[in-house]
């Protein structure tokens, strides 16, 4: 959460103009996902970008001109964190910071999970190259055996267990939350079953393929050893 998104969240010319005129300003601009942006095993980036001036970094501003001048240029007394009227809620943050510590801004780098925080559909994004940042109606998910996990949250067996254990509210849609999330028991895996779930996963390519991703329902299917009754109750249910 920045406290003031027209600030930090910019389009690509923005950002290119801020890199050339700072190019040190590229460490801190990274591309940025938000919940609407997120699909089944693909991202459907807007070419926005989030400044990451995290609390956690500890950024000296005077080293990223170009940013500095970009953020007063929308008025110092709007970005403080002061909680005065106009301005952003109270915090211990500089004004060029955005709201949150973000202290595990590291994960963004790791291989992780990016799933929206509220939705009608079961979109979870494998990010293992693209290092995005996601804003406050996404989250992110690291660990081990990531790609299998990934298959799972897509698949038919997980849409079952999604629409049976996580609240429905208003318009349809259902909350992602911890809360629900560990109720759902996940089959532990080996590696070597994790390199088929990741190299289906790497062969979609970012784009959509219902034979490949049916193959991988059958996988999760005789993994979870159903019977022939249940993956006929599962997919009459979908």
Known sequence: MTGYNEAFIIDEQTRNELVEASPKSAEIIRPILRGRDIQKYKADWQNLYIIGTFPSLKIDIENYPSIKNHLLSFGYDRLKQTGEEGARKKTHNEWFEI?????????????????????????????????????????????????????????????FC?????????????????????????????????????????????????????????????????????????????
């Open 99 to 159: 709201q949150d510590s973000i202290n595990y801004w590291e994960d963004f780098f790791r291989p992780k999970i990016i799933y929206p925080e509220i939705t009608k559909f079961i979109n979870f994004y494998l990010d293992t190259t693209e290092h995005y940042y996601i804003n406050n109606k996404c989250f992110i998910l690291t660990g081990v055996h990531i790609e299998y996990l990934t298959a799972f949250f897509n698949s038919k067996l997980f849409k």
């Open 162 to 238: 999604f629409t049976e254990n996580f609240p429905e509210l208003m318009g349809g849609t259902r909350e992602l939350r911890k809360v629900f999330f560990e109720k759902i028991p996940v089959m532990k895996i080996s590696d070597d079953v994790n390199e088929i779930f990741k190299l289906k996963i790497s062969n979609l390519k970012g784009n959509s393929n219902k034979d490949l991703e049916e193959e991988i329902n059958n996988i999760i299917f005789e993994l979870y050893n159903l019977s022939s009754d249940e993956i006929s109750i599962i997919n009459n249910f979908i």
